[in-house]
């Protein structure tokens, strides 16, 4: 059984593999080199899992031999389409890009954004009680995971709305200042999350600022 104990300080750096680049702001967690293997394959799994994939199919694939933000990336096609996992990887090979296999499925990259975004929202309920459909409608406004998280923190505290709070933070202060103008301690930003979530990035980041 996984063990979904919470490690790490927050971090909202995501990543996700789209027709074969990658674009910030979704789902995929890019551990930095050096990072305990033990962890990363862990969180790995863990977001295989959250994916809709069994515990067998994620234990076979999650080898070094394969990238597991393809794996990652199948499980979300698989979700969008209707389609089995497995047969989705399939598709993915040599002749075929992931481009081509969301053109064979009928997939857009809209159709997988959202799919991300309404994960990330869900499990952002789970962990910060962040109402799920707020943390939707501030992803799909393009705020950035970090500041969402931030200021729902500090909402919280203050007893504040969420979006007042982020109107607070400007391009020439940081998250502390903004806690210092609520009369919130700084300290409540270091947050500790799971890093196999979907909004979790490398559990090294020195923390919300």
């Known amino acids: 059984m996984v063990n979904r104990k919470k490690v790490g300080t927050i971090i909202l750096t995501g990543l996700f593999l789209l027709g074969g680049a ?62 089995p996992f497995a047969e989705v990887l399939a598709m993915r090979n040599l002749a075929n890009t992931w481009q081509d296999v969301e053109a064979t499925l009928g997939i857009t990259k809209e159709q997988l954004r959202t799919f991300h975004q309404k994960m990330m929202a869900e499990q952002m309920e789970e962990d910060f009680a962040i109402p799920k459909q707020v943390a939707f409608d501030l992803l799909v406004q393009k705020y950035d995971l970090h500041d969402i998280l931030a200021a729902n923190t500090l909402a919280k505290a203050a007893n504040k709305p969420v979006v007042d709070v982020l109107a607070m933070k400007k391009i020439n202060n940081l998250w502390k200042d903004v806690a210092q103008e609520l009369g919130v301690k700084k300290d409540i930003l270091n947050l500790t999350i799971n890093p196999g979530r979907a909004y979790a990035g490398p559990s090294d980041s020195p923390g919300l600022r």
């Open 22 to 83: 990658v674009m910030p702001g979704t789902i995929l967690a890019s551990p930095p080199p050096g990072q305990n293997n033990a962890r990363v394959s862990e969180a790995y799994f863990e977001q295989a899992l959250d994916l809709g994939v069994n515990k067998e199919e994620a234990a076979k694939y999650l080898n070094p031999e394969i990238n597991p933000r393809e794996l990652l990336h199948a499980a979300a096609i698989a979700n969008v389409s209707g389609k």
